[in-house]
């Protein structure tokens, strides 16, 4: 598995476009950094171009999240866009290429995105997209598929793309998941343009913050609190609403949930967080010492 090298960390909070954390696995069009407790912050740093996707951005963000996935000691995931642009959607001159391409080449190209999409979304540790400026298409598919989004009160957002002519298509098993599929139809037939407040309404976020610096402190308050919670767990608990959700609630399920809770119970991160509990300490995964 690989590592994080304290080296090479930097404070994600005082310099949001860092250091690459493992250059082998990505390009600079997305950037990785940590901090030494394990807060992981993964930008998409394509300024000029508003973050928009193209097939670079794609596989970088799809091998990032392969890196994270892997990596020893990663706590939370932060996702971001460069220069206070979430992204802007799918970039002007990849669509004009795909436009060119038969259907196989373009069923490869969104299979890209798709394959993406579901690797953060099925990442273990707490995923939580910081929003501003505007997440468009694509972009607020990616919004969609991280567990938890914060968002600027001047983000503006979209599934515009059937002024294009095209669908939501790989996005959409997040959105509707998100948001509902009446209000994703609606969304996704008008393509109108809505607010922070709609998105936390819609389900699409679940907190606003006044401006960049409101997503500063989301970021750090969050990054603290998930430093008390077992990273088996957070993994046991995302997987646990996976399992349940959409089941009818009979014998099955109930002896499915009282399974898993005897299974974690005996578990040693249980064991570990039990008796911490007990002799008023800290468990050993908070990583930040003292009593």
Not at 56 to 73: K, P, Q, R, S, W
Not at 137 to 152: E, K, N, P, Y
Not at 159 to 174: C, D, H, M, N, Q
Not at 193 to 222: K, M, N, P, S, T
Request: hydrophobic fraction near 45%; glycine fraction near 8%; include cysteine.
């Amino acid at each position: 598995m690989a590592q994080f090298d304290s080296d090479q960390i930097q404070n994600p909070i005082a310099d949001p476009i860092v250091e690459v954390v493992d250059t082998d696995a990505q390009s600079q069009t997305v950037v990785i950094n940590a901090t030494a407790e394990g807060v992981a912050t993964v930008v998409i740093n394509r300024p000029r171009r508003k973050n928009a996707f193209d097939a670079e951005v794609i596989g970088a963000l799809n091998e990032a999240f392969e890196t994270l996935e892997a990596a020893d000691g990663v706590r939370v995931v932060f996702v971001r866009g460069a220069a206070g642009t979430f992204s802007a959607g799918a970039d002007l001159d990849w669509m004009r290429h795909a436009s060119t391409l038969t259907e196989s080449d373009n069923r490869e190209d969104a299979m890209a995105m798709a394959r993406m999409l579901h690797r953060l979304y099925s990442l273990p540790m707490l995923t939580v997209a910081l929003v501003e400026g505007s997440a468009f298409g694509g972009g607020a598919g990616l919004v969609a598929a991280c567990d938890m989004a914060i968002a600027t009160r001047a983000t503006r957002f979209a599934f515009s793309e059937v002024r294009l002519g095209l669908v939501a298509a790989t996005i959409s098993p997040y959105v509707v998941q998100a948001i509902g599929p009446r209000r994703a139809r609606a969304l996704f037939s008008t393509a109108r343009v809505f607010d922070a407040e709609e998105a936390q309404a819609f389900g699409l976020i679940d907190e606003v913050v006044e401006d960049g610096a409101g997503l500063h402190a989301a970021r750090e308050r969050i990054g603290r609190a998930m430093l008390d919670c077992g990273p088996t767990a957070v993994a046991e608990s995302k997987r646990l609403v996976e399992h349940v959700a959409g089941r009818k609630i009979d014998n099955g399920l109930l002896s499915d949930t009282a399974h898993w809770i005897a299974r974690v119970r005996v578990s040693p991160e249980a064991q570990e967080g039990v008796g911490a509990f007990l002799e008023r300490r800290r468990p050993t995964w908070d990583v930040r010492g003292g009593e």
